[in-house]
């Protein structure tokens, strides 16, 4: 059974920089596609960042675009997403998510089958 298990989140003042990893286990790390969704309370899970099995493909959602990078380590089976730039309005959970779909990146978190248990990111103003 796939197992996924997030770190690096935590406080950051606004501007500051915080880089996400996320740790699989459990099957080869190299046939799943990966991604990353954040959700804070009362609203929906958001799609942030996906990358394919081989990392030659992403995929971001608009409002991320060029602060974000996604990246993945098939030696170490960890995906990272690298936050610059941060904003009071990235505070949320960051879940880092994967499906064995090496080449499509779906932005419905309900297409994703498996799921870590999150790291909350607080960005203060």
């Known amino acids: 059974q796939v197992q996924l298990v997030e770190s690096g989140g935590g406080l950051v003042q606004a501007g500051g920089s915080l880089r996400l990893s996320c740790a699989f286990s459990g099957r080869t790390f190299s046939n799943y596609a990966m991604g990353w969704f954040r959700q804070t309370p009362g609203k929906e899970r958001e799609f942030v960042a996906a990358i394919s099995s081989d990392g030659g493909a ?3 959602v608009d409002s991320v675009k060029g602060q974000f990078t996604i990246s993945r380590d098939n030696a170490k089976n960890t995906v990272y997403l690298q936050m610059n730039s941060l ?3 990235d505070t949320a959970v960051y ?3 994967a499906e064995r779909t090496p080449s499509v990146l779906y932005a ?3 297409r994703w089958n498996y799921w870590g248990r999150g790291t909350q990111v607080t960005v203060s103003s």
């Open 58 to 60: 992403t995929r971001y």
């Open 87 to 89: 904003k009071p309005e």
């Open 95 to 97: 879940y880092c998510t």
């Open 108 to 110: 419905l978190p309900s």
